[in-house]
Structures are given as structure tokens and as C-alpha cells.
């Protein structure tokens, strides 16, 4: 996924037993990874793209998320979209969607403790080893060894999209260049796939995305603007 992936299992269990846990987590991020890559010419999405695979062909998986893809692109008008940059590309749903899968996975298999960061995308589920709720800093979109938020709470999912790191890469499908106005935005939710792709939309819409957050319902946000003004629900969950 180009992006670092850690996973904390805060449950009282045998090492070999979180070990295993772990492992699994991994096993499944990588053969999302190997189906949904951009940058690997064997993986079905790129196969579907070139015309070789006919999407009704592809795996359950991947006919899943373009459909989601598509109802996003209607919830968000457009600017959640898996063409912005003129290929096949559902990645900014899919990190947290996998995220998400795995979260769910652990906790079906009673691993109610755990928290899952894949590049600043954070699933948390229970308590940290501490006993207490977990911390989640959101990074400082210009200083990468400080944060400019800290939540906390025992189930959030938690996605971060911003151009801080690979610069001005989430377009404005309507102009057909790289968004504008939005340095960061945070959003946070029960599902982690919803949360990514909406960040990534509010990215896109540039200043205008501050009040189409606002009127989402069942989400909270925040937001680093390019002049550097921080904005934030008043309800978002921030650690005391």
C-alpha cells in the first residue's frame, strides 16, 4: 500500500496466540495489496483498467468496492472519484475499507482490544494495555514530529487525508487539476472505508468541503486549511 502498517493487540492472551492474530492482519493486508495495487501490472485493478479482465470476471472483492466507489461518487457529487486521475484508481477508499476488514476480523475472533494505523488511517476497538481508551494523534500537516490534535475514545475509526506528504496528489475531478485549500482533513466515524473516502472528497472540494463536513451526518472532522486556520466539530472526540 505504499505506507507503513502497525497493529497493537492490547488483549491478555498468549504471545503465540497475538502472534497468529497479527500475522493474519498482515497475511490479508497483503493480498489486498497484491489485487488492488496501482503500481503492480498483474493486480486485478490495473487488469480491469487495461480492458484484459472484465470487471464481471473479477473477484467479489473488487466488484464490491467499485460499487461502493460508485455509490460515493453520488453521496459526495462527484468529487469521490475512482477516475479523478484518469485511470482506475480506488485507493482512496480502499486503505480504509481493508483497515476496516481486519479490524472486523479481529474482533470476531474476540481480540476486542486492538488498534489498526495504516499510514495515519487508525481503527481503535476497546482499550490500549494501558486500560485506558486509546490516544490518536492526528500529524501536524507541516511539522511531521508533532501533532495538532489528540483523540481519544474506545471505538473510532479515524482517516486523514492531506498534501503534506505527497504533495498536491488528490485532484479536483470538476477542474482536473490538484485540489486547492485543504492542507488536512481529518474525519472520524464507525467505518473506516466511509471516513477515508470522505476525507479524500473534502481534500478535493477545497474550502468548500469545510461545510459539506459540517452537514455530514454521524461524522465529526477537522481541518487544517492552507493559511493554517485548524477548524473542528464541537463534537469531535478529543482526548482531556
Known amino acids: 500500500m505504499g505506507t507503513a502498517i502497525s497493529v497493537d493487540l492490547a488483549d491478555d492472551r498468549p504471545a503465540a496466540e497475538l ?78 475499507w481493508s483497515v476496516q476488514v481486519a479490524s472486523d476480523r479481529l474482533l470476531a475472533a474476540g481480540a476486542v482490544n486492538h488498534c489498526l494505523n495504516a499510514g495515519g488511517d487508525v481503527r481503535v476497538r476497546g482499550h490500549s494495555s494501558t486500560g485506558q481508551p486509546w490516544r490518536i494523534g492526528v500529524r501536524h500537516p507541516w511539522d511531521a514530529m508533532s501533532t495538532c490534535l489528540v483523540l481519544s475514545g474506545t471505538d473510532l475509526a479515524v482517516a486523514t487525508s492531506g498534501v503534506y506528504e505527497r504533495g498536491h496528489h488528490v485532484r479536483d475531478p470538476r477542474r482536473g487539476a490538484p485540489a486547492r485549500g485543504l492542507r488536512s482533513v481529518t474525519v472520524v466515524g464507525a467505518d473506516l472505508g466511509l471516513a477515508d473516502a470522505y476525507a479524500t472528497a473534502a481534500v478535493a472540494m477545497g474550502p468548500a468541503g469545510i461545510g459539506w463536513l459540517d452537514a455530514l451526518p454521524d461524522h465529526q472532522h477537522a481541518v487544517v486549511t492552507d493559511d493554517a486556520r485548524l477548524l473542528h466539530s464541537t463534537a469531535l472526540p478529543l482526548a482531556p
Open 19 to 96: 502472534a497468529e492474530l497479527a500475522d493474519d492482519v498482515f497475511a490479508w493486508l497483503r493480498d489486498v495489496d497484491a489485487r488492488f495495487s496501482t503500481y503492480r501490472a498483474d493486480s486485478e485493478v490495473c487488469r480491469v483498467d487495461r480492458g484484459e479482465l472484465p470487471l464481471a470476471e473479477a473477484g467479489a472483492d473488487l466488484r464490491a468496492v467499485l460499487a461502493r466507489c460508485a455509490d460515493l461518487w453520488r453521496a459526495t457529487d462527484g468529487f469521490f472519484d475512482a477516475y479523478a486521475t484518469g485511470r482506475l484508481d480506488p485507493s482512496g477508499y480502499v486503505k480504509g
